[in-house]
């Protein structure tokens, strides 16, 4: 089994801060990587998928990068409402496996 | 709108059955496959395991054990996950999600609200 890993678990920013959440795959994985954004009680959303597209009605200040084994997530300004865990995931193969979470929390 | 829509909480003793349903509306349910993960409490997301809704095919995570399985009645655009033998670490809050794609790239693009499962004595 493929396994993701994040870095960092958690996290303290301010708002309008530039935070950026790192992800190794253990194996290569091309560009099949996914992020999501979970808030307290609530369901998962999709932000990025194949590594950089942004899905649709995500906010432009959200973007990522990265291919092979290594991948990031970026945040160019924090919203008060971008503090939540989150979550990165391959598609390469079954078992689709999750990186253990990075939470995002107010300096 | 495209949405999922789960079945309400439960709570179980050990070694009973539960089975959680899913059910698709918005879309062509046999044109996506269904992601199952669950969450335990104050722990991250774990991927279960997904089924084509096209021809019922179901793969599971390594180390799900047969208790866990994944069914579909396409006649209600609505997915299955049925779990028996319940024990107190099947604790958890269990979300389906659907398989969407772009070339082929996969990612879970439409979620479900989640059911929480709570097995206790």
């Known amino acids: 089994d493929i396994q993701m890993t994040q870095s960092p678990s958690s996290l303290s920013a301010s708002v309008g801060d530039r935070v950026t959440i790192t992800c190794r795959a253990s194996q290569s994985i091309s560009s099949y990587l996914n992020w999501y954004q979970q808030k307290p009680g609530k369901a998962p959303d999709l932000l990025i998928y194949a590594a950089s597209a942004l899905q649709s009605g995500v906010p432009s200040r959200f973007s990522g990068s990265g291919s092979g084994t290594d991948f990031t997530l970026t945040i160019s300004s924090l919203q008060p409402e971008d503090f939540a865990t989150y979550y990165c995931?391959?598609?390469?193969?079954?078992?689709?496996?999750f990186g253990q979470g990075t939470k995002l929390e107010i300096k | 709108q495209v949405q999922l829509v789960q079945s309400g909480s439960e709570l179980k003793k050990p070694g009973a059955s539960v089975k959680v349903s899913c059910k698709a509306s918005?879309?062509?349910?046999?044109?996506?496959?269904m992601n199952w993960m669950r969450q335990a409490p104050g722990q991250g997301l774990e991927w279960m395991g997904l089924i084509n809704t096209n021809t019922g095919n179901p793969t599971y995570a390594q180390g799900l054990t047969g208790r866990f399985v994944f069914s579909l009645d396409t006649s209600v655009s609505t997915a299955y996950l049925q779990i028996s033998s319940l024990r107190a670490e099947d604790t958890a809050v269990y979300y389906c999600?659907?398989?969407?794609?772009?070339?082929?790239?996969?990612?879970?693009?439409?979620w479900g609200k989640g059911t929480t499962v709570t097995v206790s004595s």
């Open positions: 918005g879309y062509t349910f046999t044109r996506y496959g």
């Open positions: 999600a659907r398989d969407g794609v772009d070339r082929s790239y996969y990612y879970m693009d439409v």
């Open positions: 995931q391959h598609s390469y193969s079954t078992p689709r496996t």
